[in-house]
């Protein structure tokens, strides 16, 4: 049993490689699907928060499977073919940047609204109101959320072997003929977690960058604002 194990594990690896380059690319999808849906939803024009809206409540309104099916098999009969990578990418930032939208909304929702009368009254425009100090300070708020998306990706990868991508579930799939499925599932329970607690650790420092850059950013506001002010 052990030397079969030793020979497999190679396999083990590429898998766990494998689920972690699509949980990478997935979240990456989701991050900017979640920013330009979020942002869209606290527009100032009717339209374009309806459209947010529309967008975000289908894709969470219906299953991640239903969704990378139907990009990979229905949309090829549309004249729209996406290679696998592609349209797990695809399937993983539209559904899961659905979710991120929300949790941008909030975030900036929940900046206080005097940060807001403050941007006004130095002078700012709205793109360096936005990304000058209402995202620096909406930023650690987003992160545990996003954090949980992403652990939530990484499981949901496991869902790829239904496209033919080889990841960690499917390499497990394949040598529970070899090693057990005992060994081979216990194996994999222990490999997503320990890659589950990487995901972790890479937020919870994300976070704590995010929160002491609150801490600097409205000084460095302030000064580049006051040309604006006093040059009226």
Do not use: C, H
Not at 9 to 24: D, E, N
Not at 41 to 49: D, I, K, M, P
Request: hydrophobic fraction near 55%; aromatic fraction near 10%.
């Amino acid at each position: 049993m052990l030397d079969k194990l030793i020979d497999a594990a190679p396999l083990f690896l590429q898998g766990a490689g494998v689920t972690m380059l699509y949980t990478v690319l997935g979240a990456l999808a989701a991050l900017v699907v979640s920013f330009v849906f979020g942002l869209m939803s606290l527009s100032g024009s009717v339209a374009a928060r309806g459209f947010s809206r529309v967008v975000v409540e289908f894709f969470r309104g219906t299953s991640l499977v239903i969704q990378l099916l139907w990009i990979f098999f229905v949309l090829p009969q549309l004249g729209l073919r996406f290679e696998p990578m592609a349209a797990a990418t695809l399937a993983f930032g539209l559904n899961f940047g659905a979710y991120g939208a929300e949790v941008v909304r909030g975030a900036i929702a929940s900046v206080p609204s005097t940060q807001w009368e403050a941007t006004v009254a130095l002078g700012l425009g709205r793109f360096r109101r936005m990304r000058r100090v209402i995202l620096p300070q909406a930023l650690p708020e987003m992160v545990p959320p996003f954090g949980n998306l992403w652990i939530q990706i990484l499981k949901s990868s496991s869902l790829l072997y239904l496209i033919g991508i080889t990841e960690l579930t499917f390499e497990v799939k394949q040598l529970q003929f070899d090693v057990g499925s005992m060994a081979a599932f216990s194996i994999a329970l222990v490999v997503y977690f320990v890659l589950a607690q990487v995901l972790v650790a890479v937020t919870r420092f994300v976070e704590a960058r995010a929160a002491a850059g609150v801490g600097r950013r409205p000084k460095a506001v302030v000064v580049e604002a006051e040309p604006v002010v006093t040059g009226r």
